[in-house]
């Protein structure tokens, strides 16, 4: 028995990935924990980045303003970095674009089991899109990654809740 890998009975583990692990991710993460507790589903959610230069910091200013526009907390999260663990601790890894996927394989462990994708892949018609990099952009890009991760948030709730 692997003591590192979570318990069934905690529902689904899935991790958010992105570059800083300080913008979209973060984002994913709040939106995707309103969405399972809203839906009453138990779910093992976490983020994080490829990079490393945000580590130890709380999400930037404009996504956690974004997060409390539609009433959700994400102050309190943390950065860290993707480590190959994470591929035996998480069933899902949901990369925001397709260089967090290739940075992710390049660390991806022979012994992985986490299904990696994109974001995206879970909506339908937008199979292969990128959630758009919001940190070099004005605050029109928080609403636009928020639009986005809700969509998956809402997405993954569906695919939980049929699935028992
Ligand atoms: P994120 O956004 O990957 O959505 O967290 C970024 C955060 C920081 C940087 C780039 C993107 N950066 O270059 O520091």
Redesign the pocket.
């Known amino acids: 028995m692997d003591n590192d890998r979570h318990d069934r009975k905690d529902g689904p583990a899935i991790l958010f990935l992105?570059?800083?692990?300080?913008?979209?991710?973060p984002l994913a993460e709040g939106a995707a924990r309103a969405a399972f507790d809203a839906a009453g589903i138990a779910a093992t959610l976490d983020s994080a980045?490829t990079g490393d230069?945000?580590v130890g910091r709380p999400p930037?200013a404009r996504a956690q303003a974004e997060a409390r526009r539609r009433g959700v907390d994400i102050g309190t999260l943390c950065a860290r970095q993707l480590v190959p663990e994470d591929f035996t601790r998480f069933d899902l890894i949901l990369a925001?674009d397709d260089q967090n996927l290739c940075d992710a394989r390049a660390i991806e462990p022979p012994a992985a089991t986490a299904r990696l994708m994109l974001m995206l892949d879970l909506v339908p018609g937008r199979a292969g899109e990128s959630v758009a990099?919001?940190?070099y952009g004005d605050d029109g890009g928080f609403a636009a990654t928020w639009a986005d991760v809700s969509a998956v948030a809402a997405a993954l709730v569906s695919a939980f809740a049929s699935s028992g």
């Open positions: 992105c570059l800083g692990n300080i913008c979209r991710s980045g230069w945000h930037d925001a990099d919001p940190y």
